[in-house]
């Protein structure tokens, strides 16, 4: 995989391919834990979830803000509410500071052209899903086909892409 393989990709396929990422790393690293709440969560970012929300959770859900304090009460949450600290607790506690990682990259993913339009090819919003891919490599987590993506392209919605159903992509929520 080169990176002119994500030149024809919207910004909405390079997330979902991201999310694609995560959701391989999490079932390598932790084959024992059920991601299915985390990634019904995250997955709605490509079909119309705001991104300021999808980044939301991300930053709250990140294992090192989320076990900062040993209490809900403790914590500053803005998209996290009480029910959901509950219900993510068991599955976010069991996770390293790994996770943190990606996490950030998918926070970068979604901000890298935030309030402006999206100039072909996007280069820097690469550079973030190879990020993440040397992370799948250096783990031995397999790596997504590109091609799972292809049908978003950066044609669409002046590079941002059409939405659509990603959960049709997850291999956790299948």
């Known amino acids: 995989m080169i990176k002119k393989d994500f030149y024809n990709i919207s910004m909405n396929g390079r997330l979902a391919y991201q999310l694609m990422c995560l959701e391989r790393y999490l079932l390598t690293k932790?084959?024992?834990?059920?991601?299915q709440e985390l990634m019904?969560?995250?997955w709605p970012a490509t079909?119309?979830?705001f991104w300021d929300k999808f980044v939301g959770y991300v930053i709250e859900l990140s294992p090192s803000y989320f076990m900062e304090f040993d209490s809900y009460e403790k914590q500053i949450w803005h998209d996290v509410s009480k029910e959901l600290y509950d219900k993510m607790k068991p599955t976010i506690s069991t996770l390293g500071s790994d996770i943190d990682e990606l996490f950030e990259?998918?926070?970068?993913?979604?901000y890298v052209f935030e309030g402006?339009?999206?100039?072909?090819?996007g280069i820097e919003s690469i550079n973030i899903i190879?990020?993440?891919i040397k992370i799948l490599k250096d783990n031995n987590a397999p790596i997504p086909d590109v091609k799972d993506v292809a049908f978003s392209?950066?044609?669409q919605f002046r590079g941002w892409g059409d939405k659509f159903d990603g959960t049709k992509l997850s291999v956790i929520l299948k």
Do not use: C, R, S
């Open 30 to 35: 932790y084959p024992d834990n059920n991601f």
């Open 40 to 42: 019904k969560l995250l």
């Open 47 to 49: 079909n119309g979830m």
């Open 105 to 110: 990259l998918l926070k970068d993913q979604a």
């Open 116 to 121: 402006t339009g999206v100039q072909k090819p």
């Open 130 to 132: 190879f990020e993440t």
């Open 153 to 155: 392209t950066i044609d």
